[in-house]
């Protein structure tokens, strides 16, 4: 980045660079800034368990839906077409874009427009329920609360436990989050399954990380599958670990909001 800064610092004695390399070498001191020591080490930290891609399995292809936007997106675009012209005389006379022709601004401003109804799509569109049931993606975000029973080798009931569990899901990222006063697990894939038969299905890989002080248990990996009612409020399903700690179970889910 500072040798990219450096160059452009450099070319400032040819015009078409002048403005350019001004608002660049300003941007570039931006990024610097925000991306000191300190701010790598909190987003590198914050990014151990980020959301995650998620397969749907007999929902709408995604694809379709981006071809949808895309529609929507150029016609947007062509309805607006005075606004662009507008724009682009605009951004002329302010000297930001001299070299750049008014043609381009175009394909820009019709991009723009479909990374705004993609933002809007992926975060609060498909969770209505009537575009949900057409997509056959269930709106699973939120707060549960889960009721754990593990099962011993000979497959007697085990121990029972409680955990809280929290979804985060948006339109093509999801993560699952299991807490106990013990250990913490988040998931690293998953996937949801639209079944006819059972209903939604979700499965998904997970990593758990013991608390500090819990001697006996051991970081590990494992499996879960949940099945959901009708009504997305409850579910049931099975889990089971390997990786450091082998124990297989069930578990309950109830919605908590």
Request: aromatic share 12%.
């Amino acid at each position: 980045m500072y040798a990219i800064c450096t160059q452009i610092k450099a070319a400032k004695n040819l015009t078409i660079h002048k403005r350019f390399s001004s608002y660049t070498i300003l941007i570039c001191k931006l990024i610097i800034k925000f991306f000191d020591k300190n701010s790598l080490k909190n987003l590198y930290l914050r990014g151990l368990y980020l959301e995650h891609e998620y397969s749907v399995l007999g929902g709408l292809n995604r694809a379709v839906i981006g071809r949808y936007l895309s529609i929507i997106s150029a016609a947007v675009a062509s309805a607006i077409g005075v606004l662009v012209l507008w724009l682009v005389d605009l951004v002329k006379s302010l000297g930001i874009a001299d070299h750049v022709p008014g043609l381009v601004m175009w394909p820009l401003t019709a991009g723009l427009i479909y990374a705004a109804l993609y933002w809007v799509f992926d975060r609060y569109v498909w969770k209505i329920d009537v575009i949900a049931k057409f997509l056959k993606v269930p709106n699973l975000a939120g707060k549960w609360h889960c009721d754990g029973q593990t099962i011993n080798p000979d497959k007697t009931p085990g121990c029972k436990w409680e955990a809280e569990v929290t979804i985060i899901q948006s339109w093509d990222k999801l993560r699952v989050r299991l807490k106990t006063t013990q250990s913490a697990s988040n998931s690293i894939a998953a996937a949801l399954v639209y079944d006819q038969a059972d209903g939604f299905r979700l499965l998904y890989n997970y990593k758990n990380e013991p608390r500090l002080g819990e001697a006996e248990l051991v970081s590990h990996r494992g499996a879960a599958e949940f099945t959901f009612g009708p009504d997305l409020k409850t579910a049931e399903g099975e889990y089971f670990n390997g990786h450091g700690r082998f124990t297989f179970g069930t578990m309950k889910l109830t919605r908590k909001n």
